[in-house]
């Protein structure tokens, strides 16, 4: 079918993709036709162009306001039955990689000895013990986060979560002189794959076996995010909305800073709602993009999405998203990987919204710097949630540019005694070989600067604050 619209150069190089992968019997054949139908796209030059001058600024009917959203009953038996709908999905195939850390990246310690997962299900626990519902928790790994996700799962088999894992798709990488796959040059290791990114959610839900089983369980929705997102915790609000104004898909909006620009944004096109990526704006329009004026908003990850749409649409084949290349090189072989995004699937829904939440909703840990946050005075955990700390009055939190002596996890921790009190900070800056002792407190604009070559100390229970410091004898 695809091969029909390729010109012949294509036609022959989708031709040797498909013999080469017919020969990998690592993967199912559900993905062998996953992986070369993303390619028949791709070579077709399907890119979907955006017209700028047809994009729409979303209305509050599209995009509603958070706090337009009804107030929810204070009947825990509505409660139990709004919930017993529900599903959480948490997106867990990324390796802890760029922090330092080997294995799946939610099992970093995010605070007081708990990992993002332990949260996770402490979460959950409380709502299915408060409401006596049964609120499963679904994994999606990839093959990278697989085997060790399966043992860490076991240390929660006492608790009244479900938790159910199962695997993204597993695809090959792609030689880029001949469009051959990576594993059948030899390359049989991890690096000859690739997951192919978090759009894969829907017929890899579909394919395991999963989405059939909830849907026989009378489940109705998912709320999806990612691992890393202490913020995307379930919302009855939200949850309520959907149920009752049949929305099939919800993406969660927050205001954009100056931190989010290029995030991707919501945007009404052709009378549907869709998102809209940095990679899709023509060059010239890349600034209004970044702009906070125009494009007000930015895309959480957070993700509400009715099961049995789902369904309906992988198996009609109809969720065509925008292919997202991602040149690699291995072993000095230029590869590509095709990917798509779990957001770029709104506009194939049916009464498909926005709502735009508190930022509070967004807290995702990425680097040391966002650890520096969580770790601090600036938020406490109370059952299992990450809350931000009422004495901080600034509603943004301050921004960190930790140096890369702090990149990695382990040698963030061991440079700080104790997290320094950070409530009335704004900025923090670190460079250097710097050290910092038990009861620090920083406040306003701080500038820590290690001469090269020299060990700075930040002594106990000193008070830094609108400073720059490059000295012992600044201290």
């Known amino acids: 079918m695809a091969a029909a619209i390729l010109n012949a150069a294509n036609a022959e190089k989708l031709n040797r ?3 080469g992968v017919d020969g990998l019997n690592q993967i199912s054949e559900n993905e062998k036709s996953g992986c070369i139908n993303l390619v028949a796209r791709y070579l077709s030059g399907e890119a979907q162009h955006v ?10 009917e599209v995009v509603v306001p958070y706090d337009t959203l009804v107030p929810t009953s204070d009947d825990p038996v509505e409660t139990k039955k709004l919930l017993d709908k529900l599903v959480v999905l948490k997106l867990n195939g990324g390796l ?4 330092g850390c080997t294995g799946p990246k939610s099992v970093i310690e995010v605070r007081n ?3 993002f997962l332990d949260l996770i299900v402490i979460q959950i626990e409380n709502l299915n013990s408060k409401y006596g519902c049964n609120v499963p928790l679904l994994l999606m790994n990839s093959f990278n986060t697989h085997d060790d996700t399966l043992k860490i799962v076991e240390r929660y088999s006492s608790s009244n979560v ?13 030689v880029v002189d001949d469009f051959s796959p990576l594993p059948s040059k030899g390359q049989t290791g991890k690096d000859g794959w690739y997951p192919p990114g978090h759009g894969d959610v829907f017929p890899s839900l579909k394919n395991s076996g999963k989405l059939d089983a909830l849907l026989a369980q009378g489940k109705e929705y998912v709320f999806i995010a990612n ?12 949850l309520n909305h959907l149920v009752h104004n049949k929305n099939e898909y919800c993406m969660e909006v927050t205001p954009k800073t100056l931190a989010d620009v290029k995030g991707g944004t919501l945007i009404s096109y052709e009378g549907r709602v869709q998102l809209l990526e940095i990679a899709q704006v023509p060059d010239e329009h890349v600034n209004e993009f970044k702009s906070i004026e125009k494009f007000k908003i930015f895309n959480t990850n957070n993700l509400w999405v009715n099961l049995k749409a789902i369904k309906r649409l992988v198996e009609a084949d109809a969720l065509k998203m925008e292919i997202i290349p991602n040149p690699k090189e291995v072993d000095g072989i230029k590869v590509l990987q095709l990917e798509t995004a779990a957001g770029a699937a709104i506009r194939f829904f049916d009464n498909a919204i926005g709502i735009n939440v508190p930022r509070s909703r ?17 938020y406490k955990l109370e059952d299992g949630f990450v809350i931000r700390n009422e004495a901080r009055k600034n509603p943004a939190n301050p921004s960190i540019e930790l140096g890369p002596e702090f990149k990695k996890v382990g040698n963030f921790l061991s440079r700080f005694k104790s997290i320094p009190s950070i409530i009335e900070l704004d900025s923090l800056k670190v460079v250097g070989d710097v050290w910092f002792g038990t009861g620090v407190t920083l406040k306003g604009k701080v500038i820590i600067v290690a ?3 020299k060990k700075l100390e930040i002594p106990d229970g000193a008070v830094i604050e609108n400073k720059e410091i490059n000295g012992h004898e600044d201290l």
Do not use: C
């Not at 017209?51 to 509050?60: F, G, H, L, R």
């Not at 802890?96 to 922090?99: A, D, E, F, I, V």
């Not at 479900?162 to 792609?174: A, K």
């Not at 691992?227 to 939200?238: E, F, P, T, Y």
């Open 17 to 19: 993709l498909k013999s």
């Open 362 to 378: 967004f807290l995702p840990v990425k680097a040391t710097s966002d650890l520096l946050l969580v770790q601090s005075d600036l």
């Open 162 to 174: 479900d938790i159910h894992t199962f695997n993204q798709s597993q695809y090959p990488r792609l």
């Open 227 to 238: 691992s890393d997102n202490l913020g995307a915790v379930v919302d009855m609000k939200i």
């Open 51 to 60: 017209e700028w001058s047809k994009i729409q600024t979303p209305t509050d």
């Open 113 to 115: 000895g708990l990992t």
């Open 96 to 99: 802890g990689t760029t922090m």
């Open 451 to 453: 001469k090269p070559g």
